[in-house]
C-alpha cells in the first residue's frame, strides 16, 4: 500500500514545518495501521469442490488448481483480472520464427519456499520431469498430452509422438525450450497450473513414489497429496482432507509483493446455499460460484460481490452415435427448439449471453458470421418431419450435485432445454447422475444422446476452445468429419498467430454450419467476500490471486 505524502509549500516557518512533520507521522501511522489490519488475518474462502490431488501436473479441474495458483507459478502469467500475458518467473521470453525454439529469461534472486534456488536447471528439471512420466502418471497428465503431445517413451498405443524436444539452461538465468513443430497451444498454455514450477530438490524427495491401482481407480503418490514446493507468496501448511480444508501462510520470502494476510484457508462446501448462509455467519470470509438469486440479495446487504467477465461456453451435446441425431437436420431442430433467451434470462446471472458458436466474444478467433439458430418452433417441427424424425426419443443427461462457471444450477437449464424440445415434438427421457464420476464417464463413454457441458478457457487461444472440443475425435460426440478435423491440424500448426486468428473465424462458420452440438450460452459467475475484505480481482480464467487480499476492519 502506498502511503499518503504532505505537499507543503517551500517558504513555511520552522514551527509550520514541525507541525507538517507531526501530521505526516500521524498520517503514516493512520496508513500502518490500516495495513495492520490484514497482516495477522485469516481469510477462509468457501469453494465448491475439494482437490483431487496437490501436484496441478496431474489434473485438468479448476478446483485443483485453485491452490497452486496461491503457492506455485509459471513462466508466464495472467495479468490480475483478465487474460492478458505478463512476465512471472520469466521476465520476458521470445520464439524463433518457426515457432520451435522458447526462450526465457529468468527472475533472480527468487526462492523456493525450502530456500533452494530457483533457476534456469529447475525449469529444466520440471519440464523433463513430465516428459519421462511413466505409467499411470501417463493416464492423468492431460494438459501435458494436450499440449506437448506424447512422452519420452509411450506406454500407450494413441499417444501421439512427443512434441517435446527438450529443455537447456544456457545459463543460470535462461532456459531455452525446443519442440519438434510449432504449436498454437503456446504461448497461452506456459500460464497452466499444470506447467507450475516446483522445487527439484522437494520432487526429489519422493522419487521412488509411485501411481497405484488402476486406471479407473489411482491411488496417488505421496507428493501429489502432501506437498507442494514452490516459489510462490503462500506456502503450503497442509491439506486435512477429512475436514476439506487446505491451508496457507504467508511466504515472507517472496520475491514480489508479500500477502496481506497471514493465512489462507480454502473450505470445500459443495452446496451453494450453505455457501452464502456460512458467509453470511462469518464462517467463511468469500466463496466462489454465487447462485444467480443470491447476487443482487449479497449486494443489498453490502457484501463485495465481483463479477468475472464471461470466458465460458455452455453446450448442449448431441451424440451422433444415434443415426437419427447423425443427421444434420434432427441437430438444427434441436438448435431450433431451444429457447436460449428465456434461459440466460431467467436461469443465468446478470450480463450472461447466448453463444452462438463454441467460443465466446472475447476470444481472438470469435466470427461475427457463423450461422445463427434463433428459436423457431414451427422451422424445428418441419425439419423433423423432413427427416422422419417427428416424436424421436432422446435420453438426456445432466449432472447432480455440481456447481459449475457456466452452469450455475443443471436442473433448472435442463428443464429450460427439455421444455423447448419437447413443445418441438421430441420425446425426452431424463437421466440424471451424480457429476464425478458417474456423469462425466457416461459422457466419455457416449451414452447420452443429449447432455450438458461447457468450458472455461484457459488462455486466449481459439485452440483453447474449438481445440479442445474438436481437435480430435472424441468419443462423445460421435462424428468424424475430416474437414473440420483437418482445418484443426492446420491451424495448430501455423506459427502465425494473425493468420490462426483468420483460420479459426472460418472453423467457427464451419462448425456451425455442421453443428456437432448447440453452443446455449457464455456467464460471467460471481465471487462473494465479507463486508470487509477487498483486494481481489475477479479473473475471467478463474485465475483469482489471494495474496492481494486484505481486511478494512
Known sequence: MQRSRLRTAIALTAIAALAVGAAGCAESKREESKGDKSKDKTLIFGTAGEPKVLDPSLATDGETYRVPRQVLETLIGNELGSAKLVPRLAEKWSVNAEGTVWTFNLREKVKFHDDTDFNAEAVCANFDRWHNYSGLFQNVAEYWLDTFGGFAKNESATAP????????????????????????????????????????????AYASDKMEGTAA?????????????????????????????????????????????AKLVFRAIPDENARRQALEANEIQG???????????????????????????????????????????????????VDREALVKSKLPAGAKVADQFMPDSVEGYSPDVKKYPRDVNKAKSLLAEAGATGLEVKFYYPTEVTRPYMPSPKDIFEIVKGGLEEAGFKVTPVPEKWSPTYLDDVRAGKPDLWLLGWTGDYNEGYNFAGTFFGRPKAEWGFNNAEIFGALAKVDAEPDRDKRIAQYKEINKQL???????????SPPSLAFAKNVTGVKASPLTDEKFFTAEFTS
Open 161 to 204: 509422438a512427443s512434441n517435446y524436444k527438450g529443455c537447456k539452461a544456457t545459463d543460470a538465468k535462461t532456459a531455452v525450450l525446443t519442440l519438434n513443430k510449432s504449436t498454437s497451444r503456446l504461448p497461452g498454455a506456459f500460464t497452466l497450473p499444470a506447467f507450475s514450477i516446483q522445487s527439484p530438490k522437494a520432487i526429489a
Open 287 to 337: 466463496y466462489d460460484l454465487v447462485a444467480p438469486a443470491d447476487v443482487p440479495k449479497l449486494k443489498e446487504a453490502k457484501f463485495n460481490v465481483p463479477a468475472r467477465d464471461p470466458f465460458n461456453v455452455l453446450y448442449l451435446g448431441i451424440g451422433q452415435d444415434n443415426p437419427k441425431l447423425a443427421d444434420v437436420r434432427v441437430r438444427q431442430a434441436i438448435a431450433y427448439a
Open 217 to 261: 481407480n489411482l491411488t496417488y503418490p505421496k507428493y501429489a497429496l502432501e506437498k507442494m514446493v514452490g516459489t510462490g507468496p503462500f506456502k503450503l501448511d497442509g491439506w486435512d482432507r477429512a475436514n476439506k480444508r487446505v491451508t496457507m501462510s504467508r511466504y515472507d520470502g517472496y520475491w514480489g509483493d508479500k500477502a496481506k494476510i
Open 512 to 522: 456451425m454450419e455442421f453443428l456437432p452440438g448447440l453452443p446455449l450460452s457464455s
